[in-house]
T-cell receptor, first 113, second 114 residues
Framework: DQQVKQNSPSLSVQEGRISILNCDYT??????FLWYKKYPAEGPTFLIS?????DKNEDGRFTVFLNKSAKHLSLHIVPSQPGDSAVYFC????????????FGTGTRLTIIP | DVKVTQSSRYLVKRTGEKVFLECVQD?????MFWYRQDPGLGLRLIYF???????EKGDIPEGYSVSREKKERFSLILESASTNQTSMYLC?????????????FGPGTRLTVL
């Protein structure tokens, strides 16, 4: 049972435009969410996170939006750059401070120059 | 910077072999994790450990065991490798009770079982 789902396995975006990656979850106990970025042959690296008490968190070109009622979060990258081409995983945890994460299936983002 | 290292980047083994994957972190993290990454399935948790000699099953522990004899080292063991264990294996660590849940990952081991 996939509790965290990324329904788009791949996404292509023109350089300079906005990339929007989506993630849905089913477990209403999740209250902390993270996005990771993974290049080929490397481990995932943390990108940005959001607590359930917020609906938006911004860090430079990256913004994560959380809609608790819809059990949906999204990652916006503006403007998209070629170096953003990677696989993006969303992850969720129950209780802030609970170190166990449940990951989504990933979305491969390709930025077209 | 936190560093998580894995003993091998690429490994090729034969069916039935016993396989050891080693992971070492240098930041005194209490919690360590083993995942496997497969296309279309994302990262799935195999085992995790909250302390030395402590271990808990993740979502897909069948066919695997782990060992944590020292705080910095967490080993994943495939008792008798099978072809369906061909995958990318990722180790991660995180500080216990930290202000956030960010896990730090190693570079991964690409295991092929023939």
């Amino acid at each position: 049972d996939q509790q965290v789902k990324q329904n788009s396995p791949s996404l292509s975006v023109q350089e300079g435009r906005i990339s929007i990656l989506n993630c849905d979850y089913t477990n209403s106990m999740f209250d902390y969410f993270l996005w990771y970025k993974k290049y080929p042959a490397e481990g995932p690296t943390f990108l940005i996170s959001i607590s359930s008490i917020k609906d938006k968190n911004e860090d430079g070109r990256f913004t994560v939006f959380l809609n608790k009622s819809a059990k949906h979060l999204s990652l916006h990258i503006v403007p998209s750059q070629p170096g953003d081409s990677a696989v993006y995983f969303c992850a969720a945890s129950v209780d802030f401070g609970n170190e166990k994460l449940t990951f989504g299936t990933g979305t491969r983002l390709t930025i077209i120059p | 910077d936190v560093k998580v290292t894995q003993s091998s980047r690429y490994l090729v083994k034969r069916t039935g072999e016993k396989v050891f994957l080693e992971c070492v972190q240098d930041m005194d993290h209490e919690n360590m994790f083993w995942y496997r990454q497969d296309p279309g399935l994302g990262l799935r948790l195999i085992y995790f450990s909250y302390d030395v000699k402590m271990k808990e099953k993740g979502d897909i522990p069948e066919g695997y065991s782990v060992s944590r004899e020292k705080k910095e080292r967490f080993s994943l063991i495939l008792e008798s490798a099978s072809t369906n264990q061909t995958s990318m294996y990722l180790c991660a660590s995180v500080l216990s009770g930290g202000s956030y849940n960010e896990q730090f990952f190693g570079p991964g081991t690409r295991l092929t079982v023939l």
